[in-house]
C-alpha cells in the first residue's frame, strides 16, 4: 500500500516566518503534487513536480521533488496570514489515482 | 461559471436512511471521482469513473452506488447510513491522460445522526 507521510502535521507561524512542509513515502511516484485546501472548499492545486531534484517556484513557494521520486518539501518564505490552509500532497504512480498524504494544517498569525 | 459543482453542500440525516449526492463538471473532462475527507482531514479515493464507465472501486461498501448518466456528471447513492458515513465528500475531475490535474467540488459535509 503506497502511503505518505507528511510532516509537520500542525504549524503555526507568526507573519513573516519561513517554514518547510515534508512529504515522505518509501515508494516512487511518477509525479507529485501539492495541493491547498481551505475551509469549506476543495483542494486547490498548486503545482506538479515529474522530474527527480526538480525545484518549482511559486512566488514566496518553493517546491522540490526528491532524487528517487520518494519526497517532496514545500518552502514558503516569509509566510502570510493569506498562506493560512491545509496543505496536501498527492503522489501519482502507475494507475489511475492520486495517492493524497496525511496533509499540513499551517496558520499563520499576523 | 463554475467548473466542478456538487449539490447538496450539507446534508444532515438519519442512521438508516439513503441519501444522493450530486456532481456536475463543465469542464469537458472525461474522468470524474469521488473522495472522502474524514475528520482528521484524510483524503481518500472512493471510486473513478472514465466515459460513464467504473474504474476504481477502492473496497468501498456496497451500501455506497456511484452512477454517471453521462461523462459531465457523477452521482453518489449511499443506503442505510451509518454514523461512519460523517465525513465531506469531494467530487473531482480531470482530463484523460492527465492524471495529476485534478480539479475539486466544493464538497459535501454528510452527518448522520
Known amino acids: 500500500t503506497q502511503l505518505l507521510e507528511q510532516s509537520p502535521q500542525f504549524l503555526s507561524i507568526q507573519e513573516g516566518e519561513n517554514l518547510t512542509v515534508y512529504c515522505n513515502s518509501s515508494s516512487v511516484f511518477s509525479s507529485l503534487q501539492w495541493y491547498r485546501q481551505e475551509p469549506g472548499e476543495g483542494p486547490v492545486l498548486l503545482v506538479t513536480?515529474?522530474?527527480?531534484?526538480e525545484v518549482k517556484k511559486l512566488k514566496r513557494l518553493t517546491f522540490q521533488f526528491g532524487d528517487a521520486r520518494k519526497d517532496s518539501s514545500l518552502h514558503i518564505t516569509a509566510a502570510q496570514p493569506g498562506d493560512t490552509g491545509l496543505y496536501l500532497c498527492a503522489g501519482a504512480g502507475n494507475t489511475d489515482k492520486l495517492i493524497f498524504g496525511t496533509g499540513t494544517r499551517l496558520q499563520v498569525f499576523p | 461559471d463554475t467548473a466542478v459543482s456538487q449539490t447538496p453542500k450539507y446534508l444532515v440525516t438519519q442512521m438508516g436512511n439513503d441519501k444522493s449526492i450530486k456532481c456536475e463538471q463543465n469542464l469537458g473532462h472525461d474522468t470524474m471521482y469521488w473522495y472522502k475527507q474524514d475528520s482528521k482531514k484524510f483524503l481518500k479515493i472512493m471510486f473513478s469513473y472514465n466515459n460513464k464507465e467504473l474504474i476504481i472501486n477502492e473496497t468501498v461498501p456496497n451500501r455506497f452506488s456511484p452512477k454517471s448518466p453521462d461523462k459531465a456528471h457523477l452521482n453518489l447513492h449511499i443506503n442505510s447510513l451509518e454514523l461512519g458515513d460523517s465525513a465531506v465528500y469531494f467530487c473531482?475531475?480531470?482530463?484523460?491522460?492527465?492524471?495529476?490535474?485534478?480539479?475539486f467540488g466544493p464538497g459535501t459535509r454528510l452527518t448522520v445522526l
Open positions: 513536480v515529474v522530474t527527480g531534484g
Open positions: 473531482a475531475s480531470r482530463r484523460t491522460g492527465v492524471v495529476d490535474t485534478q480539479y
